[in-house]
């Protein structure tokens, strides 16, 4: 597609369920990023994929929380034993992957409320 | 430990006069910088950029400076326009990597 497409846009799930959040990223865009915004606060990174090289992870909250890049497109991010602190705007973007100065586009991001 | 700092989170803004947004950054490994801006229920968009051998990049309306030496970028929107209404979050990252890191953005109203 033509840009960054998250599925689902909406999810509202029992505290102690799994989810799975995916994003398709721009077609051709070698690095892929999850980043996630709670109310009230900024862009908090998760994780960052880049070609075949390992994944940067550092920004994970917990062991909770995993994702996987299959065939070097889309992407999955699992929140496992949810919480309610969970709860916010999960935003996968992507890029062309040639720094520096490259842009990340993002998509429209995927609403998780844990109740 | 907030590498990147937006200090406001709100400013408000007549419509026609100028809007300056501010950012600061700790880690002097960052050598290029992005605006992005975010509309309630949307994903963020890519506003303009700047590399650290400038210090100032304009595009229309929107003009980034940045001062390397104090670790300070900002954002001048003039004119000002109600349609400028929106959160705006700073990032930057360096040579390494295309990892972006985010400030926690400041929300701009711009008041007819």
């Known amino acids: 597609g033509a840009g960054v497409s998250q599925s689902p846009s909406n999810k509202v799930t029992e505290k102690g369920k799994d989810v799975e959040l995916r994003c398709d990223p721009i077609?051709?865009?070698?690095?892929l990023y999850w980043y996630r915004q709670s109310l009230g606060q900024g862009l908090e990174f998760l994780i960052y994929f880049q070609g075949n090289s390992a994944p940067d992870k550092s920004g994970l909250p917990s062991d909770r929380f995993s994702a996987e890049r299959t065939g070097g497109s889309v992407s999955t991010l699992t929140i496992q034993r949810t919480q309610q602190e969970d709860s916010a705007v999960y935003l996968c973007a992507s890029s062309r992957g040639d720094p520096p100065g490259n842009t990340i586009y993002f998509g429209e991001g995927s609403w998780l409320t844990v109740v | 430990d907030q590498q990147v700092k937006q200090n406001s989170p709100s400013l408000s803004v007549q419509e026609g006069r100028i809007s300056i947004l501010n950012c600061d950054y700790t880690?002097?490994?960052?050598?290029?910088f992005l605006w992005y801006k975010k509309y309630p229920a949307e994903g963020p968009t890519f506003l303009i950029s700047?590399?650290?051998?400038?210090d100032k990049n304009e595009d229309g309306r929107f003009t980034v400076f940045l001062n390397k030496s104090a670790k300070h970028l900002s954002l001048h929107i003039v004119p000002s326009q109600p349609g400028d209404s929106a959160v705006y979050f700073c990032a930057a990252n360096n040579y390494n990597t295309d990892k972006l890191i985010f400030g926690t953005g400041t929300r701009l109203q711009v008041f007819p």
């Open positions: 700047i590399s650290s051998i400038k």
């Open positions: 880690n002097s490994m960052f050598d290029y």
């Open positions: 077609s051709g865009h070698t690095a």
